[in-house]
């Protein structure tokens, strides 16, 4: 009927040229022509979908003028481009083909990289068909490395995953061995495809007595004063995953303790720091900031990073990890609103068999506590309603390495824990 469907234009920077088209059976269009690129025409072919959407767009230079007229695809959807190519001298017909592009890559490591001396630990990948139609099936193989040696390996298959679709894979479990090691995860899809970049990923694997006391959260808060900014009466809470040893946290030295990015400071431009308090479990620590001559440079985007030495665990694991400091220090309501908008949750202890803990609700809604397993299959799930402080237990756990999570609302806080019999 003569009705325009779609159309499109192609700059690739210089003078452009078009010279021959091809459709595929899926009606995928291809053209191909020449483009002036640095000096010279090269070979310029791009693929676009049945809607007219641009899908890949290649070029080709082999040294002089190369111009291509003709292109055609076969019943496999191999890509065939014609034309002629200048060697210097005279001018020779040069043809190339395309086959169809197809890769599978690993999109990332889903499982931790520490665990528990003498748990157990799943090795977990997402991968990715990146090819542009067909279905692949691959195999993947995972390692772990000691030294040079492996003392695990594991291969699984994926079938029959569909162009643009991603799948998770878990692996053979392995239990960890009884003392701390540094290790390395190692996965590799041994099938070969037409992208090897993304067939190999690793990370670290840490075994350890304990697991990592982490910070899980930094919050600025702005004081009963509203004023824009930071002034005297604005603080900042750490959240802690478990119990510390609340060491003492002063201008002293709170800086290389818990120091800041882009060079800012706790302190004001006294060198001053407001008084630090540690929660009765040692997992908060409220920072309390002072303005006197000039303000102190902390800002909410800052990362935090202990030191690694000076705030550790009841069991002596330091704490290490870095955190982002959220929240604002402008005005949004008092101190005591505040504090008591955030739900808690505390892991008392760990005890052969299961775990038990406290937690703290200050809202009068529906919450849910829940525990997973390390491969985040969900075990059980408690659902209660009411504000209070409260202590609970989880009995009949196997050895390993768990997940308790507690949810109010869009409030959610994990804490991992580990079990040994």
């Not at 075990?379 to 237990?393: F, P």
């Amino acid at each position: 009927l003569g009705n325009l469907l779609w159309a499109d234009t192609l700059d690739n920077g210089g003078d452009d040229y078009a010279y021959g088209v091809a459709v595929d059976d899926r009606g995928n269009v291809y053209v191909t022509g020449e483009s002036y690129i640095s000096g010279n025409y090269d070979y310029l072919t791009v693929r676009y979908d049945s809607l007219g959407n641009l899908l890949w767009a290649d070029t080709l230079d082999n040294g002089g003028n190369d111009r291509a007229f003709g292109v055609a695809v076969d019943d496999r959807g191999n890509v065939y481009v014609t034309g002629n190519s200048f060697n210097g001298s005279n001018v020779d017909y040069l043809t190339v083909k395309y086959v169809k592009f197809k890769d599978a890559g690993i999109l990332a490591i889903v499982s931790p990289d520490t665990v528990y001396i003498d748990s157990s630990y799943i090795p977990q990948i997402i991968v990715k068909n990146y090819s542009y139609e067909d279905t692949l099936s691959f195999d993947i193989s995972a390692y772990i490395d000691s030294a040079g040696t492996y003392i695990y390996t594991d291969m699984e298959s994926v079938c029959n995953l569909s162009a643009g679709d991603s799948v998770f894979i878990n692996f053979d479990q392995w239990i960890a061995p009884s003392n701390p090691l540094d290790l390395s995860l190692i996965f590799s899809i041994i099938t070969p495809d037409m992208n090897p970049d993304n067939d190999t990923i690793s990370q670290n694997l840490y075994i350890r007595e304990f697991i990592p006391l982490t910070i899980d959260s930094a919050v600025a808060y702005d004081g009963t004063d509203s004023v824009p900014g930071i002034d005297d009466d604005d603080y900042v809470i750490l959240y802690f995953s478990e119990s510390t040893n609340t060491p003492v946290i002063d201008a002293s030295n709170i800086d290389s303790v818990l120091s800041l990015s882009g060079g800012h400071s706790w302190l004001d431009g006294s060198g001053a720091l407001g008084p630090c308090y540690w929660n009765p479990d040692g997992t908060q620590i409220l920072i309390n900031l002072t303005t006197n001559i000039s303000l102190p440079t902390i800002a909410v985007g800052d990362t935090i990073t202990p030191d690694g030495v000076t705030i550790v665990d009841i069991d002596g694991n330091p704490c290490s990890s870095t955190v982002v400091l959220e929240g604002s220090f402008d005005p949004v309501g008092i101190r005591e609103e505040r504090c008591t908008e955030r739900i808690m949750l505390n892991v008392a202890t760990m005890y052969r068999e299961g775990i038990s803990f406290s937690y703290h609700i200050p809202k009068n809604e529906e919450y849910s506590i829940c525990i997973y397993s390390v491969d985040g299959r969900l075990l059980r799930k408690v659902e209660r309603e009411g504000a209070g402080s409260y202590t609970g237990k989880i009995s009949g756990l196997v050895s390993g390495i768990y997940f308790l999570r507690l949810e109010q609302g869009e409030e959610v806080i994990n804490r991992k824990v580990a079990v040994i019999k």
